[in-house]
């Protein structure tokens, strides 16, 4: 059984920075694509950032520059480093593991940004 946990959100100040971590097991993690995405209230939910398995990355327009992903396939752990966090930043964010013909998702972690 896939299991993502995500850790590493908070409360923090416009302008500051966090730091999320996905932890993976049950799955080939250097297989998978990795993301993270992003569900603010009344909104549905986006693409923050992806990586694969070879280590390519793609952002989202909104976060491109101010946020970055990674992996550690030995830990089987996925990071998205945040700088320059702003409000609109605020949301809860989750870890996703796709696959061929798969898709698994965390139980999210909330960001709050306040200015």
């Known amino acids: 059984q896939v299991r993502l946990v995500e850790s590493g959100g908070g409360l923090v100040q416009a302008g500051g920075s966090l730091r999320l971590s996905c932890a993976a097991s049950?799955?080939?993690?250097?297989?998978?694509?990795m993301g993270w995405y992003r569900q603010a209230p009344g909104k549905q939910r986006d693409m923050v950032a992806i990586i694969t398995r070879g280590g390519s990355t793609n952002y989202a327009d909104s976060v491109r520059g101010r946020f970055t992903i990674s992996r550690d396939n030995a830990k089987s752990t996925v990071y998205l480093q945040m700088n320059s966090l702003k409000p609109e930043d605020t949301a809860v964010y989750y870890c996703?593991?796709?696959?061929?013909?798969?898709?698994?998702w965390g139980q999210g972690t909330q960001v709050t940004v306040s200015s």
């Open positions: 049950g799955s080939i993690f250097s297989s998978n694509v």
């Open positions: 996703r593991q796709s696959g061929s013909g798969y898709v698994y």
